[in-house]
């Protein structure tokens, strides 16, 4: 049974020469692969994956977003460098990589879509990497709906990871977040939002087969099923009667229907008790095996590691083992 990574990270090193060149961001991001050189460093990832010999990766670009440090005109450039890089890793290193996922300059709606079909369609991407919001912009905003449109049309599945920054603060009175509560609480909340709004944006009415992966086992969904259960049922009841068009959808089932047709992985930093939680609310066949390596203490061991620690600590059969590690991801993916 192999162990099929879906959510590592990697900066392709031509990428990364390019973001350098370019970024006014370029400080932080080189005190980042100075950290953790793994992300960029082939020899210390294939030394690393050595560990673990039935363990494969799905390769993933790194945050930030693209469109959190290049414009429109320059982001499509950068989405390309680094497809094509991961691309050449997966050719290169087949029995390392089993594909990648492909990134998008989502504040050029027109170059992502074209971006899909040169990356999807022709370098043979295994999806796309969308992050929760697009500048601020929220993903059910009218321009971005071609791109989910699209990935739709394909039968190809949509990774969303997490976005928010220092500068999202945690009161009205401040202006940055304090102890990285932007991260901690906020990214979580930041992508339990984005599934929300997808649902009511009533994606899974128009495509019910559409899969998107979410980072973290779908965030604070799974544990707060109450309240997107019964919850989302009263939906209104708490609103201003002059407030009501903040509530209004035309959605055809419980939003709590919806929220359990998206997919999560078992990035938890390897917390047993979460991921039996999520495992539970999404089901056996959309939860795949996932570590969020390499942004760990240990540089890459330890989420590779713990992960597969809590994957196998779980009181389960192993039919649903093989599930989470392996064929999940094969019948997701379509990997051969």
Known sequence: MLKIDIFPHIYPRAFYDRMMAVSDRAANM????????????????????????????????????????????????????????????????????????????????????????????????????????????????????????????????????????????????????????WWVFGWPYETSVAMGRLVFSGIFDR?????????????????????????????????????????EHSLKKRPFDYFRMFYGDTALFGAVAPLECGLDFFGSDRILFGTDMPFDPEKGLGFIRDTIRAVDAMEISSITRTKIYEENARRLLKLT
């Open 207 to 247: 495509h019910p087969n559409i899969k998107i992966i979410v980072h973290h086992t779908g965030a604070m969904v799974p544990y707060f099923q109450g309240r997107v259960g019964p919850g989302l049922d009263q939906l209104g009841a708490r609103t201003p009667g002059n407030e009501r068009e903040l509530v």
């Open 30 to 181: 080189q005190k980042r692969v100075r950290e953790i050189p793994v992300i960029v460093d082939l020899d210390l990832r294939f030394r690393l994956m050595d560990q673990f010999p039935d363990y494969r990766q799905v390769l993933t670009l790194a945050s930030p977003p693209l469109e959190s440090y290049a414009d429109a005109s320059l982001s499509p450039e950068l989405a390309r460098i680094a497809n094509d890089g991961m691309c050449d890793l997966v050719q290169k290193y087949p029995d390392r990589f089993l594909g990648f996922v492909a990134s998008l300059p989502m504040n050029n709606p027109p170059a992502s879509l074209q971006e899909i079909d040169r990356a999807v369609v022709k370098l043979g991407a295994k999806g796309v990497q969308i992050f929760s919001n697009v500048d601020g912009r929220p993903l059910d905003d009218p321009d971005f709906q071609p791109i989910l449109d699209r990935m739709a049309a394909l039968d190809t599945p949509i990774w969303l990871h997490p976005a928010r920054q220092s500068s999202f603060s945690d009161y009205a009175s401040e202006k940055k977040s304090r102890y990285e509560m």
